[in-house]
């Protein structure tokens, strides 16, 4: 149950970036992976910055949130994916389109997948409360623990991918 609700949040999120597979290797790249990771800091502070711009804070919002869109998509292919971030990334790709594949994923990696994903939301769940208060600690503590989920996660995509590249379809994803 907990799993199925897990992918569906998954789903809606990759869902919403609508990436092709073009796109799943232009995200390879780690160029963008790592930039993705400076967005958490700019998220918070186009959201903070209502506090001195108003409603024209509408205008940063947008400005991440298209950065966000955009990112994946205006990086080339990366010349070698022999790295934590690409591997990171084909691993979340396995991970998120599992169901759709009809890709057995082992269940420790599933756990794994999800116990991190449900850190990330409770740090979002923090965050997005201190931005809505305007109060530092919590903005802090939910923007670590996100930060803390996200990370673990993409590591954990890393060993899953490592344990799957064997599989001749993603064997050819490593150069």
Do not use: C, Q
Request: proline share 5%; no cysteine; hydrophobic share 50%.
């Amino acid at each position: 149950m907990l799993d199925m609700i897990i992918g569906r949040i998954l789903k809606l999120a990759s869902g919403s970036m609508s990436m092709s597979e073009e796109v799943w290797f232009r995200h390879a790249n780690p160029r963008s992976g790592w930039s993705r990771f400076a967005t958490y800091p700019l998220v918070i502070l186009a959201f903070w910055s209502r506090a001195w711009l108003g409603i024209w804070f509408i205008i940063p919002v947008v400005a991440v949130f298209i950065w966000a869109w955009l990112n994946p998509r205006i990086f080339p292919k990366p010349t070698s994916t022999d790295n934590w971030m690409s591997k990171g990334v084909f691993g979340e790709k396995i991970f998120t389109e599992r169901r759709k594949t009809k890709t057995e994923v082992p269940s420790h990696h599933v756990a794994a997948g999800n116990l991190t994903t449900i850190i990330s939301i409770i740090g979002v769940a923090i965050l997005t409360y201190g931005l809505v208060v305007l109060e530092i600690w919590p903005t802090v503590a939910g923007a670590a623990i996100a930060f803390l989920g996200k990370t673990w996660y993409v590591d954990r995509m890393v060993w899953l991918f490592e344990d799957m590249k064997h599989i001749p379809e993603y064997k050819k994803w490593l150069y």
